[in-house]
């Protein structure tokens, strides 16, 4: 049998541990791992695992795609379509299932597959892959990823693409590579290029986005990208060091350290964590001896703690820091105001990332009924979102008039 193959993607036939095909739409990545799969599955006896982050029903699997691919090949003789499975009558399998379900005790039975498909790979968390991955131990396995990238700080994309491990073949594959894109396809294409220009790089030519589709501050995400205002934000002795808390315990404690200079507000470091006391961030950041200003809390941190019968505002008093507390904004006026504020805002990529990628994956809530966006979702990117709200409601107020703390310069001491 002669089957023609787009020139990119036939290292699908070749020897590599990770096969990784990244790129947009019409770029025939999908229709190629299946046929590719289906047609070594006819040579040799191979067990295959369909994978994706979640799959609740086998509609969700490429278990149909297989389906027309065996059709379309003329292969109907050789292979069996079952409701969940498909199976070759030289022994071959294909089984299909969702990663999200699996802990490392339930994966074991994929312990003999020859070839794991993950499609649909940018979605695929860093526990799924560090559960798959050791499972995967057959010798001469592979692991066959396609995908088209969302974040650059995605999991997969940092495994896979920005930093493949060894004895892998990655390939970005878009329309102009697919010898056989439609017409159909390619009016889509214009379409989308007229209609949908912020969308256009990532969903045809797999590029990767500044922020998730619908993020709050998807805008000012890319501009502070596109003007490098994510980049090493070095610590200024000479400007006071405030600290901007959005409080939390079973939820994340977010800290963001600021200096403010003439015309910038520049976020040099950011902190998450949770289940820890106040007196505890107050020790860690002490301990990094920088030239403190102001320490803003929420309007909440006057509440009083049941426990102790002290606020969280009378707490950071007692141990040394001048509190102020965060004027009680509500939340669509903080978020029209961070966003007048982010074009002055510096970001140091290394020590803020977090913060970076809450910014990037803050999204309203959407109504099922009537797909109209809602309020602001509460979820783990959210505290990150909220702590850079806290930032600009309070910029204005950060001054460097007053010196207060240690100043340390490397090869001076202490002033």
């Known amino acids: 049998m002669t089957i023609k193959f787009p020139k990119k993607l036939r290292f699908l036939f070749q020897p590599y541990r990770y096969k990784v095909a990244h790129g947009g739409r019409g770029s025939a990545k999908s229709w190629s791992f299946a046929r590719a799969l289906l047609l070594q599955g006819t040579t040799k006896t191979v067990r295959v695992l369909c994978a994706r982050e979640v799959q609740l029903s086998i509609k969700q699997s490429v278990h149909k795609l297989l389906k027309d691919q065996i059709e379309l ?21 294909f089984s299909f299932a969702g990663l999200s379900k699996q802990t490392v005790d339930s994966i074991k039975s994929f312990e003999g597959v020859d070839i794991v498909w993950v499609e649909e790979g ?44 060894p004895n892998s073949c990655v390939v970005q594959v878009n329309y102009h590579d697919n010898p056989w894109f439609s017409e159909e396809l390619e009016a889509e294409r214009i379409h989308c290029q007229l209609t949908a220009p912020k969308d256009y790089d990532n969903i045809w030519l797999g590029k990767c986005k500044p922020a998730v589709s619908g993020a709050i501050y998807y805008d000012e995400v890319a501009a502070a990208e596109e003007g490098q205002r ?10 006071k ?13 977010a800290i963001s350290l600021i200096q403010k200079g003439p015309a910038d507000i520049r976020v040099i470091e950011y902190i998450e964590d949770s289940h820890k006391t106040l007196d505890h961030y107050s020790a860690l950041l002490k301990g990094k001896s920088l030239n403190w200003g102001d320490l803003y809390l929420p309007h909440d941190g006057r509440n009083k703690d049941f426990k102790t019968g002290k606020s969280a505002e009378e707490i950071m008093t007692a141990l040394g820091w001048s509190v102020k507390i965060t004027p009680n904004m509500s939340i669509e006026a903080g978020i029209r105001l961070t966003r007048m504020t982010f074009p002055r805002m510096y970001f140091d990529k290394a020590k803020t990332e977090r913060l970076i990628q809450c910014a990037k994956r803050y999204r309203r809530s959407i109504n099922q009924q009537t797909n109209e966006p809602g309020a602001p979702m509460h979820d783990e990117w959210s505290h990150g979102a909220d702590n850079l709200r806290y930032v600009a409601v309070n910029a204005e107020s950060m001054t460097n008039e007053t010196w207060g703390g240690e100043i340390h310069y490397p090869s001076l001491g202490k002033f």
């Not at 060091?241 to 404690?253: I, Y």
Request: net charge negative; aromatic share 10%.
């Open 241 to 253: 060091v405030h600290v901007v808390f959005d409080l939390g315990w079973n939820d994340a404690m």
């Open 73 to 93: 090949l003329g292969l109907t003789s050789f292979y069996e379509v079952l409701e969940t499975e498909i199976r070759g009558i030289n022994g071959t399998e």
């Open 122 to 165: 940018q979605s695929v968390s860093k526990k799924s892959w560090d559960v798959l991955i050791p499972t995967i131990r057959k010798a001469g396995s592979e692991i066959w990823i396609s995908l088209n990238p969302e974040l650059e700080t995605d999991e997969t994309y940092q495994r896979f693409i920005a930093n493949p491990p």
């Open 230 to 239: 994510i980049t090493n934000v070095p610590y200024d002795p000479m400007l």
